[in-house]
């Protein structure tokens, strides 16, 4: 069974700080999403990383995934409180779309 | 936005009863999914379709059953309802399982009491 893990599961930090979370695995995936989901909402598509070592840039966004295509990061720089959200990394596995447990940000004014 | 509703958006059930919960596309998407949310599980497949009366299991999938009779409609019953199945239910439909971006309906919060 293919995983997806996510790290850190909770972020707090204060209005102008940058922070990395990562998503990680075991098993080789074809390619990585990132996916923002607000309370009341259902996920939304931020990026998909397909090419091993590709970097992606949206914004203030940066989503990077690894040689092995087994891990990805995403790095905010300068948050906003606008940016508070759950993020999940999701990817294809066997006919299906599997997601992380994700990682709940919360950026304080 | 895409076009995928899911229906009820909200309902509250007694142990032991039928549900069915529905989600419909416009879309044309061949892939449909069928996830619950919990707090401390994240997103969670319980059975997803390739194709019109071709679905499999996912991760969660005791206790539920589905059908797709038709490419819009994909429907997630569950036989007799439990406490254990109070979650957020969210449908998800993309154009393969491989990298295309999946959209997500804005789901169903199910209470079984």
């Known amino acids: 069974t293919q995983l997806l893990e996510q790290s850190p599961q909770f972020l707090s930090i204060q209005e102008g700080e940058n922070l990395t979370v990562y998503c990680n695995s075991s098993?080789?995936?074809?390619?990585l999403q990132w996916y923002r989901q607000e309370p009341g909402e259902g996920p939304v598509l931020l990026v998909t990383?397909?090419?091993?070592?590709e970097v992606k840039k949206l914004k203030r966004l940066t989503f990077q995934f690894g040689d092995a295509r087994k891990d990805s990061s995403l790095h905010i720089t300068a948050a906003q409180p606008g940016d508070t959200g759950l993020y999940l990394c999701?990817?294809?596995?066997?006919?299906?779309?599997?997601f992380g447990k994700g990682t709940k940000l919360s950026v304080k004014p | 936005d895409a076009g995928i509703t899911q229906s009820p958006r909200h309902k509250v059930t007694e142990t032991g009863t039928p549900v069915t919960l529905r989600c419909h596309q416009t879309?044309?998407?061949?892939?449909m999914y069928w996830y619950r949310q919990d707090p401390g599980h994240g997103l969670r497949l319980i059975h997803y379709?390739?194709?019109?009366?071709?679905?499999d299991k996912g991760e969660v999938s005791d206790g539920y059953s589905v059908s797709r009779s038709k490419t819009e409609d994909f429907l997630l019953t569950l036989e007799s309802a439990t406490s254990s199945q109070t979650s957020v239910y969210f449908c998800?439909?993309?154009?393969?399982?491989?990298?295309?971006?999946?959209?997500f309906g804005q789901g169903t919060r199910l209470t079984v009491v």
């Open positions: 879309e044309n998407h061949r892939y």
């Open positions: 998800a439909i993309s154009w393969d399982s491989r990298g295309t971006e999946a959209f």
């Open positions: 990383v397909v090419t091993g070592g």
């Open positions: 379709s390739y194709g019109v009366k071709d679905t």
């Open positions: 098993s080789v995936f074809s390619s």
């Open positions: 999701a990817g294809g596995s066997q006919g299906n779309l599997i």
